[in-house]
C-alpha cells in the first residue's frame, strides 16, 4: 500500500492565503509516501511545507510558479503504475479531455495528473485515467466558475489503484472514491 | 585571608558549641537546673562573637539553636515539676553576659505562654523590650529573629488551635509589629557599619540577612484576626511607618515586595490609595517601577483567577489609581530612560487588558499617556526601547487576537510613530501576522485603510529611504504576507468590496518597484472575484457614478497592471491582461476584452525576448484566445492571425510547430457552430506539418546524428488530425492522414526515433476507435490502412 498525494493549483499568495485549515489538519507528516504535484504552489513556502508532509516530492511548472526551474513534464513509476505529471496549461484546448488524452498517449503513462481547470476529474479513457485533483486551495480560476478546495490520494496497490478524492463543500470535508485496476499484461509502454 | 579566618572562628566556635552542649545534656539528664543553665549560658555565649561573617554567623546561630530545642523541653519538664516563671527567671539572672541571658530568658519565657502562669500580654511585652539591649545590629537580629522562632507557635494564627480573644490577637500583633519594627532599625544599621569602601559587601550580606526581618510581615499575615479593617488601619500604616522612616532603600526596596507578596490581593485592592501613596515617598533611588509592576502583576494575576473580585476592581477605581501613580513617577524621575517609562506603561497596559479588557477606552488611555511621555522624549533611537515599545504595542494585539479591535485604538497608530524605520517594519510585520494567524476578517475599507497606515512600514519604503541590506528571500516573505492579507479583506456587499479594492489598491501602489510584483496579483484576483459576483447581479442597479460595475473595475485592473510594466515584470502582467481578459468576456465586454489582448500582444511583442518564456507566453495567449466568445468576426480575426503569425516566428522549429498546430484550435470551438472553420484548421495543420519536414531536413543534413524529435512531431500531428477528424470536421480527408501515417512509418524504419511507444498507442487509440458503434467506426473507416510493422 502505498499513499500518494495529489493536489495543485494552490495559487498561494495571489489567489489564496493557505490551505484550508481542515485540509492541513488531514496532511499529517509521515503518512505519505510520494506527493505529486501540478504545479502552481506559487511559492517557496508551500514548497517547503509540501516537503514536510513528505520528501519525496514531484512537482511540475504551473505558469504562475515562482520557480522556474520546475520540468514541464514528469513522469515516475509506482507499483506497477506509470504515472505522468503536467500542469496542463500546455494542453489546448484547456481541459479538454481528447488533448490530455493524446498528451497521456505521448507519455505512455496509465494515470496522467493533471491540473489548470481547478476542477476534480477522474476520467476513464482508451489510453488510461487523467486524474484533476482541482485546486487545493479553492482558488479563482477563469475556466471554472465554482471552485471548493480539493485534492486526491491514491492508494496504490500492486495493480489496482483506488483514488480517494476530498472536497471541501460548505464548510465540511467529503470524500468519494473510485478504483482502477490495471490488467496485468500491460498494454502500455515498457 | 579573611575567609580563612572566618572557617577558623567557626571550627573554635562550633567545637565550644558542641562540648557546652555535652554537659548540657548531662545536666539535663540528671535533672541539674543549674548546671544545665551555667552550660547552656557558657554554650550561648559563643554567639557573642563579632568574628564572623553573617553567613558564618547564621551557620553557628543554627547550631545553637537545634540545641536549645532540648532545653525548652527541660523547660517544661520542670513547670511540671512546679518550678515557677520567677525562678527560673531569678535563675537566669545570674548568667554574667547580657546576651546568654536574653536568649535564656526568651527561650523561658516562651515556655511560660502556654502555662497561663503569667499572662502572655505581659511575656510577650517583657521580651520584646528586654530585647532592645542588644544594640548590635547582626547579634540583635538574630536575637529577635530567635524570640520570633521561639514564640511563632504560641501565638493565635490561624488554623493554630489556640483560641485567643480580640485582646489576645491585638497582643500578638503589637508583638510582632514591635520586633519587626525594631528588627527593621538593626538591620538598617547594618548599611553604615565599617567603611564606606566596603559598601557593596555589605549590601550583600544584608540581603543575605533580609528574610529574618521578612518573615515577620509573613508571621503577621497569618496572624487571626487580621481582616481587612486591622490590616488597612493598624498593620498596614505600622509597616508603611517603619518602611518609609528607616529611609533605607535596601529595606525599602525588599519590604514593599514583601508586603504585596504577603498580604491577601484584595487587602492591596482596598488600600490601593495607601500603597500608592508611600511611593513617593520612597527614597529616590529605589526602583518604582519594580514595586508598582510588582504590584500590577499580582492584581493582574487576581483578576485573572477570580471574576467575582473584577467588580472591586472598578468600585476602587484601580485603574485611574494606577495611572495617575505612574504619571508621578514618571514625571519625578526626569532622567528616566524612555525603555524604562515604557516599561512602566506595559505593566500598566498588562494589568489594564487583564483586569478591564472590554474597557477600550482604558486601554486607549494607556496608549495615550504612553504617547505623551515619548513625546518628550522624541523619536527612538536605542534598541532597548524599541523592543519595550514593540511589547508593548504586542499586548492588546495577542490579548485580543483581533486587528479589527486594535484599530478603534485611536492611538495606537501615534505609538507606532514613534519608532524607527526598522522597528516599524518589525511591528507591522506582527501585525498583519495576527490578522493571517486568527484569520481575523476585515470588512470595510475604512478598517481596511487603518489596518494599512499601521501596516505601512511593510507597505511602502519610507521617504525614499530605500533598504538595501536586505536579504532577498526575507522581503519576498514579506511581501508575501501583504499578498495573504489582501484575501483576508472581504465583504458580501458588492458596493463595500469595491471600496475595499480601491483602498487596497491606493495603498499598495505606493509600494515601490520591488514590491508591486509581489502584492498586485492577490489585489487582481480579488477584483476578479468581485467582478463575478458582479456578473450575477443585475443590470446596472447603482446608477452611473456607481463604482461597482465590472467595467469599471476592469478599467481600474488596466491601470494597475500597466504599472507592473513599469517595473519589468512583463511575463506576471501578460499573465494577468489575459485574466482580466477572460473575466472581461465573461461579461460580455466585447471592446474591453480586444483591448486587453490588445496589451498583451504588445507586451509580448516588445518586452519578451527570451525565447523559452516566449513559447509559454504564447500557449497562454492561445489558449486563452480560443475561449473568446464575444469577440466580433474581425476582432477575432486579428488576433488569431496574429498569434498564428507569433506562432511560425518562435525562434525553435519544433516549437513553431507545435504552436502553430495549437492554432488549429482557434478555429474550432466544439460548442458554436459559427465558431467551427475546418478548412483554416487543416490549413494550419498543414502548415506545421511543412515545419516538421524542415525539422526533418535539418536532421538529415546533419547525418542523423542527433534525432531532432521530427517523428515525434508527425505522430502529435497524427494525433491533432484525428482529434479533428472526431470533431466532425470535413476538411480532414483520409488521404491526408493515410499520407502522414505512411511518412511515419517510413521515417521510423530509417533510424530509432524515440517515438514508439507513441506510435504504438497511437495505433492502438485508432484501432480501438474502430471498434466503437455508431458515429465513431464511420468515420474511422475513412481511415482503414494496412499497418505493418
Known sequence: MVLVLALGDLHVPHRAADLPPKFKSMLVPGKIQHIICTGNLCIKEIHDYLKTICPDLHIVRGEFDEDARYPENKTLTIGQFKLGLCHGHQVIPWGDLDSLAMLQRQLGVDILVTGHTHQFTAYKHEGGVVINPGSATGAYSSINQDVNPSFVLMDIDGFRAVVYVYELIDGEVKVDKIEFKKPPTSNSAP | ?789
Open chain 2, 1 to 789: 585571608m579573611i575567609a580563612e579566618d572566618d572557617e577558623k572562628w567557626l571550627a573554635a566556635a562550633n567545637a565550644a558549641v558542641k562540648q557546652n552542649a555535652f554537659y548540657m545534656q548531662r545536666a539535663i539528664d540528671s535533672n541539674n537546673l543549674k548546671d544545665a543553665l551555667k552550660f547552656s549560658a557558657q554554650m550561648l555565649s559563643e554567639l557573642r562573637t563579632s568574628k564572623l561573617s553573617p553567613h558564618k554567623y547564621y551557620e553557628l546561630y543554627m547550631r545553637v539553636f537545634n540545641e536549645l530545642g532540648t532545653l525548652e523541653i527541660f523547660f517544661k519538664e520542670e513547670t511540671g515539676r512546679g518550678c515557677s516563671i520567677a525562678e527560673l527567671y531569678e535563675l537566669v539572672q545570674h548568667a554574667g553576659n547580657i546576651l546568654p541571658r536574653l536568649y535564656l530568658l526568651c527561650t523561658i519565657g516562651s515556655v511560660y505562654i502556654k502555662s497561663k502562669d503569667v499572662t502572655t500580654t505581659d511575656i510577650l511585652k517583657d521580651l520584646v523590650e528586654m530585647c532592645r539591649a542588644v544594640q548590635h545590629p547582626l547579634r540583635g537580629l538574630f536575637l529577635r529573629s530567635y524570640l520570633a522562632q521561639v514564640t511563632r507557635d504560641k501565638l493565635p494564627s490561624i488554623g493554630s488551635e489556640l483560641e485567643g480573644d480580640g485582646d489576645a490577637q491585638m497582643n500578638a500583633l503589637e508583638f510582632v509589629l514591635q520586633n519587626f519594627t525594631e528588627m527593621n532599625k538593626l538591620w538598617v544599621r547594618m548599611q553604615h557599619q565599617g567603611s564606606s569602601r566596603e559598601k557593596e559587601k555589605r549590601e550583600k550580606e544584608r540581603n543575605e540577612l533580609r528574610d529574618l526581618v521578612g518573615k515577620n510581615l509573613h508571621v503577621l499575615s497569618q496572624l487571626e484576626g487580621v481582616d481587612l479593617g486591622i490590616y488597612r488601619d493598624t498593620v498596614l500604616p505600622r509597616i508603611l511607618e517603619q518602611v518609609v522612616n528607616c529611609k533605607d532603600e535596601l529595606a525599602q526596596c525588599y519590604l514593599m515586595d514583601c508586603i504585596i507578596q504577603v498580604f491577601p490581593d484584595d487587602f492591596h485592592l482596598q488600600t490601593l490609595d495607601v500603597l500608592l501613596g508611600v511611593c513617593p515617598q520612597l527614597q529616590p533611588s529605589v526602583d518604582i517601577k519594580t514595586v508598582l509592576s510588582g504590584l500590577m502583576e499580582r492584581l493582574s494575576n487576581y483578576a485573572a483567577s477570580s471574576v467575582e473580585a473584577l467588580p472591586n476592581f472598578l468600585q476602587v477605581e484601580a485603574f485611574s489609581k494606577f495611572n495617575y501613580a505612574i504619571g508621578k513617577v514618571v514625571e519625578a524621575q526626569v532622567d528616566l530612560p524612555a525603555a524604562g517609562s515604557v516599561t512602566l506603561y506595559l505593566f500598566l497596559l498588562k494589568f489594564t487588558l487583564h483586569v478591564y479588557s472590554d474597557r477600550l477606552d482604558y486601554v486607549d488611555q494607556v496608549l495615550g499617556s504612553c504617547v505623551t511621555q515619548l513625546s518628550a522624549t522624541g523619536k527612538l533611537c536605542d534598541d532597548k526601547a524599541a523592543k519595550q515599545i514593540v511589547a508593548f504595542l504586542r499586548a492588546p494585539l495577542e490579548k485580543y487576537n483581533n486587528v479589527v479591535t486594535i484599530l478603534k485604538l485611536t492611538n495606537y497608530p501615534r505609538v507606532m510613530e514613534y519608532l524607527d524605520h526598522e522597528t516599524n517594519k518589525t511591528m507591522a510585520i506582527i501585525i498583519v501576522q495576527s490578522v493571517l494567524k486568527n484569520n481575523t476578517h476585515i470588512s470595510t475599507a475604512d478598517e481596511v485603510d487603518a489596518l494599512f497606515e499601521l501596516a505601512k512600514g511593510l507597505i511602502k519604503d519610507f521617504d525614499g529611504t530605500i533598504d538595501n541590506e536586505i536579504d532577498e528571500e526575507d522581503f519576498q516573505e514579506e511581501q508575501n504576507f501583504v499578498a495573504r492579507l489582501v484575501h483576508n479583506l472581504y465583504n458580501d456587499d458588492p458596493e463595500e468590496m469595491s471600496k475595499i479594492i480601491f483602498t487596497v489598491r491606493k495603498h499598495i501602489l505606493t509600494g515601490g518597484p520591488k514590491r508591486l510584483p509581489l502584492t498586485i496579483p492577490a489585489l487582481v484576483f480579488s477584483a476578479l472575484k468581485l467582478i463575478r459576483r458582479l456578473r450575477g447581479g443585475d443590470e446596472n442597479p447603482f446608477g452611473d457614478d456607481a463604482s461597482a460595475t465590472p467595467k469599471r473595475i476592469l478599467q481600474l485592473l488596466s491601470e494597475t497592471v500597466e504599472a507592473l510594466s513599469d517595473v519589468s515584470a512583463p511575463d506576471l502582467a501578460l499573465r494577468l491582461y489575459l485574466q482580466c481578459a477572460q473575466a472581461a468576456n465573461d461579461c460580455e465586454l466585447e471592446t474591453v476584452t480586444y483591448e486587453f489582448f490588445t496589451k498583451a500582444y504588445l507586451l509580448y511583442e516588445e518586452e519578451i525576448s527570451d525565447s523559452k518564456a516566449q513559447v509559454t507566453a504564447l500557449r497562454l495567449i492561445i489558449g486563452t484566445l480560443q475561449r473568446m466568445r464575444v469577440l466580433s468576426v474581425e476582432n477575432r480575426d486579428i488576433l488569431t492571425h496574429k498569434a498564428t503569425g507569433y506562432s511560425a516566428r518562435l525562434l525553435r522549429k519544433p516549437d513553431q510547430c507545435r504552436a502553430v498546430y495549437e492554432c488549429a484550435h482557434l478555429f474550432w470551438a466544439d460548442e458554436c457552430e459559427n465558431l467551427k472553420d475546418g478548412e483554416r484548421v487543416v490549413l494550419c495543420l498543414i502548415r506545421a506539418q511543412r515545419i516538421a519536414d524542415a525539422v526533418q531536413n535539418m536532421t538529415n543534413a546533419s547525418r542523423g546524428t542527433s534525432s531532432t524529435g521530427s517523428v515525434a512531431l508527425y505522430v502529435e500531428l497524427l494525433n491533432k488530425y484525428l482529434y479533428f477528424l472526431e470533431k466532425g470536421n470535413t476538411k480532414v480527408t483520409g488521404d491526408t492522414i493515410k499520407s502522414l501515417a505512411e511518412l511515419i512509418r517510413s521515417e521510423t524504419k530509417k533510424v530509432e526515433s524515440g517515438a514508439e511507444s507513441f506510435i504504438n498507442s497511437t495505433l492502438r487509440y485508432i484501432e480501438f476507435q474502430r471498434q466503437q458503434d455508431g458515429g465513431m467506426s464511420e468515420k474511422y473507416e475513412k481511415i482503414k490502412m494496412e499497418w505493418f510493422e
